[in-house]
């Protein structure tokens, strides 16, 4: 019953987060527009890290009320390998991730419902722009930067929470910005996939290559490498957690 409980709330969590990454663009225009900033790149890019921050505060209160739910199934594998969910096994992994990737299907379906008409042109998922095993590395090695960050952020960052979700925004944003001409990116298997299943493309190689393995390659070794520069055994991120 435990495993089932946290894969249902990984599906609710995902489908949340795939549902409000999409208004990130469309708050951001308003709110630029409105400031009278929408020409200046840095200050829109300002404004998008911090409406992505609010994004990751209320998302990470939602999942710590869920009991540690996940809307990230490389997160979660990078946080199973470092030991900061003892609890989880590899069959829990193995009913979780698919959880998510129903959650990503869900997030994007109730999107399309609700957004209006004039500002779908700004709803575009993650796509391959180069070739497939240039879009594997770039794709792995942007999830492997952001699964060490999250790795170093949560487990030795600051004690601040803001702080911590202000420092994932930042990350986030910067990588999203770095792989826009490889991958989109993605960084999130189960976000890759709600996107891929409504553009009928769910079932290929291209999508398993490029967004599921090469990810899952990326999480693990920068959980990995995280053990081998911190030696942070179980115990130690499991006090530092608390």
Known sequence: MGVIKAAIGDAFLTSMWVFSVPFLRVFTAIVSTFLGV???????LFITTN??????LIINLIGNFLGG?????TATLSFYVVGLRPDSSLLSL???FPAQAAGGVGGVKAIMQVMPTQYMHMFKGPSLKVDMHTGAVAEGGLTFVLCFALLVIIIKGPRSLFLKAYLIAMTT???ILSGSKYTGPSMNPANAFGWAYLNNWHNTWELFYVYWVSPFIGAILAAWIFLFLFA??????KQKKA
């Open 232 to 237: 942070a055994s179980p115990a130690a991120v």
């Open 173 to 175: 944003v910067g990588l």
């Open 38 to 44: 929408q020409t200046n790149p840095l200050l829109v």
């Open 94 to 96: 193995a009913v979780r």
């Open 69 to 73: 739910a996940s809307f990230n199934p």
């Open 51 to 56: 409406l992505v921050t609010i994004l990751v």
